[in-house]
């Protein structure tokens, strides 16, 4: 009974839900706590998940998949084409870098073939898709110098599975291992004719999408069935992952060229969406997975062979990406961040491990070897960055010469601003031209060396730290702006600063309505849809431009922005219940209607022609 799927399935959860909040509470990441949840139920600790384990551990890989899928929804060609500088230029030099110089160091300090030390060198040069992206997420750290940088080089890498991958069925004899039982379809044909079925299969997902799937997903739309669409999603995953299977390729790829295929149909944001809450949750279970496939074993085995090669390959690793980053003019501490968070291997190189063992290209003691120092380097990742943070970043700030984890706030004002980018410099310099000092706090250094330049005071520090904000002065200050880029960490500031600053007035950014009814839920009133407010002004000239008076419509624009965030406001209470926010939403929108109707009806006939030009003025007249 203990075996069942629905068994493992509840040790999974329960391990999450029980380790992740702690992880969290010590300030660790939440990838740190889904790790040590599967080191501790695995089968060489407690021993609840063994090998019957493995079919949830099949379901959880459907977590990097949709990941995948959803980064290949985020890549429209326009996009790549903006990157491309990055992704190739960076991506490449690390690549044939990293591989060059881990196959030259293994060539010549281990006995191994030429093919098995090429398999070992191209497989961890590969970082981890799934590790770096959700760290970068959770640190607020995706629109960084170092968050586009690590975002480019995964990128390439995501792609250079795919010759890789193909490229791999040249390097064997042509005799496949008898005993493994991850058979292809095409095991058994010879090495070209693999490759060529590879490619061919690229190629038909690739037109199959563009011909077949979007026309399907139209077909699906006018349902207007939600939960079709949804399952119609998901079999697009599933089905692309299948195919890819069949000819022995990772489903991981698949769902990544779906994805790409799609990024620029209408059905993007739909898709994006369904997605989302099923990648979130699988990713989960697939950290909880490596956690538990460390094979304590195997390590106790030769547990010095596996310590120094994880150390020796990090190493190198770490300092290639240095090299690259310092290539690319990265300041000091983005790149010391950038080199720790893409140090480590990747998930697909237990793909590539794998598909060399099915073709008899390394020994299975050695296979297993290296699939622990990928588990190991997953593993330490978290750790690693804990430690720049701690005990190596405080000496490469924006003030490299500043013995500080952040700069010295050296003044004391009324108001303080957390995020300067778009958004939060906008509001700094409406400020400031009406005399109004502000103490700006932003994390990105680059961006703090730039706007320095420009003439801006900024102080380089992460305002999620209570520290850096009572060294800012809100203890003293009257108003706090959150206007952070990341909508997750904006809303921990704003949390924070309402916890340990009760007297402060907060105004903070909301990105859509989704963030605001996390801000009303918090108790913050003073919320700043971004969206609605340049909507409503382009909707206001659109109101001009039809025959309204400039007055009429700015009028309208702002009661309409007064209903809106009221109608927000009593629909927080209902965001959670699917069919209670669509009514609410829709009575609102009535009553909205109605009530704008009567405001300007009111005003007709009134004399609000005063912000109208002259010249407009005097051509009505003569009309």
Same mark, same amino acid.
């Given at each position: ?20 909040? &702690? ?87 281990? #006995? ?102 979007? #026309? ?53 944001? =739909? ?92 020994? &299975? ?13 997953? &593993? ?30 050296? =003044? ?24 109004? #000092? ?56 704003? =949390? ?5 600053? #009760? ?40 109101? &001009? ?69 002259? =010249? ?8």
């Amino acid at each position: 009974m203990t075996d069942g799927f629905f068994f493992q399935a509840i040790i999974y959860l329960l391990a999450a839900v029980i380790c992740v909040p &702690v992880a969290k509470k010590l300030g660790l990441s939440s990838i740190l706590g889904y790790l040590f949840a599967g080191i501790i139920i695995g089968p060489y600790v407690l021993g609840l998940i063994g090998q019957e384990g493995q079919d949830i551990m099949h379901f959880a890989e459907f977590g990097v998949v949709m990941m995948l899928f959803l980064i290949g929804l985020e890549l429209e060609p326009y996009k790549f084409w903006r990157m491309r500088k990055f992704i190739l230029g960076m991506g490449s030099l690390q690549l044939v870098l990293t591989a060059g110089v881990l196959f030259t160091v293994c060539s010549v300090v281990m #006995p191994w073939p030429w093919e098995t030390t090429f398999i070992i060198a191209v497989a961890l040069t590969l970082s981890s898709t799934a590790i770096v992206m959700q760290t970068l997420k959770e640190k607020g750290l995706a629109k960084t110098s170092m968050g586009r940088s690590s975002f480019a080089i995964l990128l390439f890498q995501d792609i250079a599975v795919i010759p890789i991958l193909a490229i791999i069925p040249l390097l064997a004899d042509g005799h496949v291992s008898g005993n493994t039982i991850h058979q292809s379809l095409i095991s058994n044909y010879p090495n070209w004719l693999q490759t060529i079925i590879v490619f061919g299969t690229i190629g038909f997902v690739y037109i199959s999408g563009r011909y077949i799937i979007i #026309p399907l997903l139209h077909i699906v739309a006018k349902t207007r069935l939600q939960e079709m669409f949804t399952a119609s999603a998901l079999l697009l995953v599933m089905g692309v992952s299948f195919i890819m299977q069949l000819v022995g390729l990772s489903p991981a790829l698949g769902a990544f060229i779906a994805g790409m295929v799609l990024a620029n149909s209408e059905f993007r944001h =739909e898709l994006e969406g369904d997605i989302a809450p099923f990648k979130g949750l699988l990713l989960g279970l697939f950290f909880i997975g490596v956690g538990a496939s460390i094979n304590f074993n195997i390590m106790m085995a030769d547990p010095v062979f596996i310590i120094i090669f994880t150390t020796i390959f990090n190493s190198i690793k770490f300092l290639i990406l240095l090299v690259v980053g310092k290539i690319y003019k990265k300041s000091s501490d983005q790149n010391l961040l950038f080199g720790f968070a893409l140090s480590q291997a990747g998930e697909f190189g237990f793909v590539i491990f794998g598909f060399a063992l099915q073709l008899n290209l390394m020994p &299975v003691d050695l296979s297993n070897q290296m699939m622990a120092v990928i588990a190991i380097s997953m &593993v330490g990742t978290p750790f690693l960055l804990l430690i720049n943070e701690k005990w190596i970043d405080p000496y490469f700030g924006v003030k490299e010469h500043n013995k500080n984890k952040y700069d010295h706030i050296e =003044e004391n004002n009324e108001v303080v601003i957390a995020g300067f980018g778009n958004f939060g410099s906008t509001i700094g310099r409406l400020l400031k031209a009406n005399g109004i #000092p502000a103490t700006i706090l932003d994390m990105d250094s680059d961006r703090v060396d730039s706007l320095r330049k420009m003439g801006f005071k900024v102080y380089y520090g992460d305002a999620s730290r209570l520290e850096l904000l009572q060294a800012a002065g809100c203890e003293n200050a009257k108003l706090f702006i959150a206007a952070i880029d990341n909508p997750q960490v904006n809303l921990y500031v704003s =949390e924070l600063v309402k916890k340990h600053f #009760p007297h402060l007035k907060i105004l903070a950014r909301a990105r859509n309505r989704n963030d605001a009814f996390d801000l009303i839920n918090m108790g913050i009133n003073d919320f700043y849809r971004e969206n609605l407010y340049s909507a409503v002004n382009l909707g206001i000239d659109a109101l &001009v431009e039809m025959g309204h008076r400039r007055y009429t419509a700015t009028r309208q624009g702002q009661r309409f922005i007064k209903y809106d965030e009221a109608a927000t406001r009593r629909l927080a209470t209902d965001r959670h219940d699917k069919q209670m926010l669509i009514a609410g939403t829709l009575k609102e929108i009535e009553i909205q209607e109605k009530l704008l109707r009567q405001d300007l009806y009111a005003q007709l006939g009134g004399l609000d022609h005063s912000w109208e030009s002259a =010249e407009r003025r005097k051509e009505e007249n003569e009309n």
